[in-house]
C-alpha cells in the first residue's frame, strides 16, 4: 500500500489491509491531514483486490476525536471545509466493496466515536469505551450520530440518548447509569426489565 502517509499506516497481510491511526503524541485527533490521509487510504484499498479492511490505532487511545485546536480561530469557511473531509472520509470508508471492521482497543470519543460507527463491524476490547463529550463544552456532539441507525441498533435508542445528551461514558460491557440514586442497574437491563420510569 502507499507509503507517502505521515499520519496513518496502511499495512497488508495476504487478502487483509490493516489501517492504523498512527498519531499518537496527539491521541490520533482527526485533523484534517489525518482525514484526508485516511480517505486515501480507503480510495487505495477499495481499488486493490484486497478482501477486508481492519481499522486499529496505536498509542493509547483510539481517537481523541475531531482537533479543536485546528479548528481554533478558523473562519466558517474553514471549518467548513474540515467537516466536508469529514463527511468524504466517512462516505469513503462506507462505499468500498470490502468489509471494513474497527478494532477498538481504548477510548474512541467524539468524531472517533463515530469512525467506529461508520465501519461495518467493530471489535472492542473490554477497556474499550466510547463517548460523546460535546455538551460538557456547551456543543451539541453531532457528529458521532451520523451513524445514530448503526448505534441505536447496537446499544439501544435509550442508551444512545444518555451518551449524547449527558456526555458519559459508555464502556462495552455496561452502558452509562441513569440518574436514579442508588439504582447502578445498566439501563439497557432495566429497559428489558421493564424498570425504567415512562
Known amino acids: 500500500m502507499s507509503g507517502s ?3 496513518i499506516l496502511s499495512e497488508r ?3 487483509t489491509v490493516t489501517i492504523w491511526l498512527n498519531h499518537p503524541e496527539r491521541l490520533n485527533v482527526l485533523s484534517l491531514a489525518l482525514m484526508e490521509e485516511l480517505t486515501q487510504a480507503f480510495v487505495d484499498v477499495g481499488e486493490s483486490d484486497a478482501t477486508g479492511v481492519i481499522l486499529a490505532a496505536k498509542g493509547r487511545l483510539f481517537s481523541a476525536g475531531h482537533d479543536f485546536a485546528e479548528m481554533a480561530n478558523q473562519d466558517f469557511a474553514s471549518v467548513r471545509h474540515l467537516f466536508g473531509a469529514c463527511t468524504t472520509m466517512m462516505q469513503t470508508i462506507q462505499s468500498i466493496p470490502q468489509p471494513v471492521v474497527a478494532r477498538v482497543h481504548a477510548l474512541a470519543t467524539g468524531g472517533g466515536c463515530q469512525l467506529v460507527a461508520t465501519a461495518d463491524l ?3 476490547a473490554e477497556e474499550a469505551t466510547f463517548c460523546t463529550p460535546g455538551g460538557k463544552g456547551g456543543l451539541f456532539c453531532t457528529t458521532p450520530m451520523v451513524a445514530a441507525p448503526w448505534i441505536i441498533f447496537c446499544i439501544g435508542l435509550l442508551v444512545l440518548c444518555v451518551l449524547l445528551f449527558r456526555s458519559r461514558r459508555s464502556s462495552r ?4 447509569a441513569s440518574d436514579e440514586p442508588g439504582n447502578d442497574q445498566p439501563l439497557q437491563q432495566r429497559k428489558l426489565d421493564g424498570s425504567t420510569r415512562n
Open 122 to 124: 467493530a471489535v472492542a
Open 13 to 15: 497481510e495476504r487478502d
Open 5 to 7: 502517509f505521515h499520519y
Open 173 to 176: 460491557r455496561r452502558p452509562p
